[in-house]
């Protein structure tokens, strides 16, 4: 039930304009830094003026930002087609397959939420490092030598392939997937749809708003990623937007471009601004819908 008391309301509007400010701010101090000279001087009340679109397209000219440009987009893409996929079919075969150790399976993806990137990341990274590792071992016990060592250090598929799998998509799918009704499952059963015709004339459908919000969300993660490409790639061709944005800080003495850094700031978030504004009521309609 909604409430229509007139304090209520006012607050909720004073709440939510505290909140937009708070969040608009620096987004504005970093457009107003950027349209300043090099020996400006920021107030309080400084404005976005025209040297911005010539910061920015400086920024956009430089062929490593272009390059930074296209391995975040890579990277961005990546994940999520990756972790969709993935999550996916974990959540459907945990709903609609029986077999032993289902719940353990469950449990073991649940209680992986509380485990963020960076409490895993030494051996994510041996793994990403020598992903045959423990198979060249296995064989050298067996007195089989092979000489495969790959790597996905500095490479698309190491920026990606460590990342694809979440435990919050697999935890959304299921709760989409069991809020299909029995009846409609007994249906298609009778009508002699086999699983993978069910996952896609029916389950695949009734999943589209939570796969757009996921798609959004996703996106962001990915592209905001800074730790995970910043420690496997060494490559100054590999290196992503974000990861271009804090190289514009001098790590000696040096003065700061505060124009160039914010100019790379603004083109680096525009992307997931984009994303999110275009499909907000998907976003909004995906994670409301959700276990309806």
């Known amino acids: 039930m909604v409430r229509r008391d007139p304090v209520f309301r006012a607050l909720a509007i004073c709440l939510f304009s505290i909140g937009a400010v708070a969040m608009l701010l620096p987004v504005w101090y970093a457009a107003a830094i950027a349209s300043m000279t090099e020996d400006?001087?920021?107030?309080?009340?400084?404005?976005?003026?025209?040297?911005?679109?010539?910061?920015?397209?400086?920024?956009?000219?430089?062929?490593?930002?272009?390059?930074?440009?296209?391995?975040?987009?890579?990277?961005?893409?990546?994940?999520?087609?990756?972790?969709?996929?993935?999550?996916?079919?974990?959540?459907?075969?945990?709903?609609?397959?029986?077999?032993?150790?289902?719940?353990?399976?469950?449990?073991?993806?649940?209680?992986?939420?509380?485990?963020?990137?960076?409490?895993?990341?030494?051996?994510?990274?041996?793994?990403?490092?020598?992903?045959?590792?423990?198979?060249?071992?296995?064989?050298?016990?067996?007195?089989?030598?092979?000489?495969?060592?790959?790597?996905?250090?500095?490479?698309?598929?190491?920026?990606?392939?460590?990342?694809?799998?979440?435990?919050?998509?697999?935890?959304?799918?299921?709760?989409?997937?069991?809020?299909?009704?029995?009846?409609?499952?007994?249906?298609?059963?009778?009508?002699?749809?086999?699983?993978?015709?069910?996952?896609?004339?029916?389950?695949l459908p009734l999943a589209a708003p939570a796969t757009a919000a996921l798609t959004v969300i996703l996106f962001v993660y990915g592209w905001n990623q800074y730790l995970w490409p910043l420690l496997i790639t060494t490559d100054e061709r590999m290196a992503t937007v974000v990861m271009g944005v804090a190289r514009t800080l001098p790590s000696d003495n040096a003065e700061t471009r505060w124009g160039l850094t914010m100019g790379r700031a603004l083109v680096a978030m525009a992307p997931p601004v984009i994303l999110v504004i275009l499909l907000q009521r998907r976003l909004v309609a995906g994670l409301t819908d959700v276990g309806k």
């Open 40 to 203: 400006g001087r920021l107030t309080l009340f400084s404005l976005p003026g025209p040297g911005l679109i010539v910061t920015i397209a400086g920024v956009l000219a430089d062929p490593s930002v272009q390059r930074q440009l296209f391995n975040s987009l890579i990277m961005a893409v990546g994940i999520t087609t990756a972790k969709i996929a993935v999550s996916l079919t974990a959540g459907f075969a945990i709903v609609y397959f029986r077999f032993r150790g289902r719940n353990l399976a469950f449990w073991a993806i649940f209680f992986s939420l509380m485990l963020p990137v960076e409490v895993r990341i030494v051996p994510t990274y041996a793994v990403a490092a020598d992903p045959l590792g423990p198979l060249v071992a296995g064989l050298r016990l067996l007195g089989i030598e092979i000489g495969l060592s790959p790597s996905l250090l500095d490479t698309h598929a190491g920026l990606i392939l460590p990342l694809i799998a979440s435990a919050t998509a697999t935890f959304l799918y299921r709760q989409v997937f069991l809020s299909v009704p029995g009846e409609l499952v007994e249906a298609a059963r009778i009508d002699g749809a086999g699983p993978l015709r069910f996952l896609r004339d029916i389950a």
